[in-house]
């Protein structure tokens, strides 16, 4: 089977490598801005998926095109600009009856499909508390620039879109529970920016002299925090940010039950702390031999073998292709529609904000 990847930057790589991992996909790359290579791609009968990996702008466009020429399609998130757009896509794709997928590979931490089979079996109680944070530091300075930062290439949102999605994402695959009201607060502390006059990919662009830069206005946010319900009884808040001096790719997640709780932070994934009210606590490394039974096909390597953000990608893809593979597989990765349950979430975090209040999600 072959796969085109639509994008040749930060994440276009990371999709390359995680294909070539699997061993039975062969990966052809695409540049995001050939549309020549694009076209010719979909025309190739051998070309069976797409995974776009471009800027947030053109994900509907390459997407709605590449499912009209019958490819199934693995869209990085967020999966569109808005909801509308959203609903087309998973319109499209129910009436093609095509595979798809948007890429929350975060849920694929091994130990973080051990908090999820944990809530499953009883373990934690009643869910009662969700909090937690998604910090980064690559966008601290003034002179820090990216394609995300412009809103006609991001969309209307950045932090939320960008890590926000991804904390929102894993809380309610956690826990089994939907965001049902929100407040939100959104803050940007770079009014202006100094773009690079030349391209600068994610997470580059530090060493760059002073003339090498044009003052550019802001309007997208540098952080945000939400207070959220889930249901009458379920409470949490969670911060996303990308100026927090210090945090690479802190996404944490704390899920306090009615009988024990449970914390993971990205930047240790193999390690899973387990609070207990009238014990001692624990921390947990992951073995696949004492994980839950249906957490255990997440983890490939031994205990004492991490795996790491790569290995997220890999388990998506295995299972989004198994599916393509066999047509009866239940899809066990996230679809568009929970692509588009991200954009609600993201929309109504922007009406809130502009509101000064709360804001119900249906």
Same mark, same amino acid.
């Given at each position: 089977?072959?796969?085109? %990847?639509?994008?040749?930057?930060?994440?276009?790589?990371?999709?390359?490598?995680?294909?070539?991992?699997?061993?039975?996909?062969?990966?052809?790359?695409?540049? /995001?801005?050939?549309?020549?290579? #694009?076209?010719?791609?979909?025309?190739?009968?051998?070309?069976?998926?797409?995974?776009?990996?471009?800027?947030?702008?053109?994900? #509907?466009? *390459?997407?709605?095109?590449?499912?009209?020429?019958?490819?199934?399609?693995?869209?990085?998130?967020? *999966?569109?600009?808005?909801?509308?757009?959203?609903?087309?896509?998973?319109?499209?794709?129910? @009436?093609?009856? %095509?595979?798809?997928?948007?890429?929350?590979?975060?849920?694929?931490?091994?130990?973080?499909?051990?908090?999820?089979?944990?809530? $499953?079996?009883?373990?934690?109680?009643?869910?009662?508390?969700?909090? /937690? +944070? !998604?910090?980064?530091?690559?966008?601290? !300075?003034?002179?820090?620039?990216?394609?995300?930062?412009?809103?006609?290439?991001?969309?209307? =949102?950045?932090?939320?879109?960008?890590?926000?999605?991804?904390?929102?994402?894993? @809380?309610?695959? %956690?826990?089994?529970?939907? %965001?049902?009201? *929100?407040?939100?607060?959104?803050?940007?502390?770079?009014?202006?920016?100094?773009?690079?006059?030349?391209?600068?990919?994610?997470?580059?662009?530090?060493?760059?002299?002073?003339?090498?830069?044009?003052?550019?206005?802001?309007?997208?946010?540098?952080?945000?925090?939400?207070? #959220?319900?889930?249901? $009458?009884?379920?409470?949490?808040? !969670?911060?996303? =940010?990308?100026?927090?001096?210090?945090?690479?790719?802190?996404?944490?997640?704390?899920?306090?039950?009615?009988?024990?709780?449970?914390?993971?932070?990205?930047?240790?994934?193999?390690?899973?702390?387990?609070?207990?009210?009238?014990?001692?606590?624990?921390?947990?490394?992951?073995?696949?031999?004492?994980?839950?039974?249906?957490?255990?096909?997440?983890?490939?390597?031994?205990?004492?073998?991490?795996?790491?953000?790569?290995? +997220? #990608?890999?388990?998506?893809?295995?299972?989004?292709?198994?599916?393509?593979?066999?047509?009866?597989?239940?899809?066990?990765?996230?679809?568009?529609?929970?692509?588009?349950?991200?954009?609600?979430?993201?929309? @109504?975090?922007?009406?809130?904000?502009?509101?000064?209040?709360?804001?119900?999600?249906?």
């Amino acid at each position: 089977m072959k796969a085109a %990847i639509v994008g040749s930057g930060f994440m276009g790589r990371v999709h390359l490598e995680a294909l070539r991992r699997l061993g039975s996909v062969e990966a052809v790359p695409v540049r /995001g801005r050939d549309e020549t290579a #694009f076209r010719a791609a979909l025309a190739d009968p051998t070309i069976k998926a797409v995974h776009i990996c471009t800027p947030n702008c053109s994900h #509907f466009a *390459l997407a709605k095109t590449a499912m009209e020429a019958g490819k199934h399609v693995l869209c990085e998130k967020p *999966l569109t600009t808005s909801a509308g757009e959203a609903e087309e896509l998973v319109a499209l794709a129910r @009436a093609k009856n %095509i595979r798809n997928c948007t890429c929350h590979n975060l849920r694929y931490y091994p130990m973080v499909q051990h908090i999820r089979r944990m809530r $499953e079996d009883g373990d934690l109680g009643e869910i009662l508390v969700v909090q /937690g +944070t !998604y910090s980064q530091d690559w966008l601290l !300075y003034d002179t820090d620039w990216n394609w995300r930062i412009d809103p006609r290439e991001s969309g209307p =949102s950045r932090v939320m879109a960008d890590i926000g999605s991804h904390w929102c994402d894993m @809380a309610e695959h %956690i826990t089994g529970r939907r %965001i049902s009201a *929100l407040c939100a607060d959104l803050q940007t502390f770079h009014r202006t920016r100094k773009r690079p006059k030349g391209e600068v990919e994610t997470f580059a662009g530090k060493n760059l002299a002073p003339e090498d830069y044009d003052e550019m206005p802001i309007q997208t946010e540098d952080f945000g925090s939400v207070i #959220f319900h889930m249901g $009458e009884r379920t409470r949490g808040a !969670y911060t996303a =940010s990308q100026v927090s001096a210090g945090c690479k790719n802190g996404l944490s997640i704390e899920v306090y039950g009615s009988k024990m709780s449970a914390a993971w932070n990205q930047e240790r994934p193999d390690e899973l702390w387990i609070g207990n009210r009238n014990t001692n606590n624990q921390v947990i490394v992951k073995d696949p031999a004492l994980l839950k039974d249906r957490a255990k096909s997440y983890a490939d390597l031994p205990g004492g073998h991490s795996e790491g953000y790569d290995d +997220t #990608f890999k388990q998506v893809f295995r299972r989004f292709y198994g599916s393509i593979e066999n047509p009866a597989e239940t899809a066990e990765y996230p679809q568009f529609e929970d692509g588009l349950r991200q954009l609600h979430i993201l929309e @109504a975090e922007l009406e809130s904000h502009k509101l000064r209040g709360w804001v119900n999600l249906y």
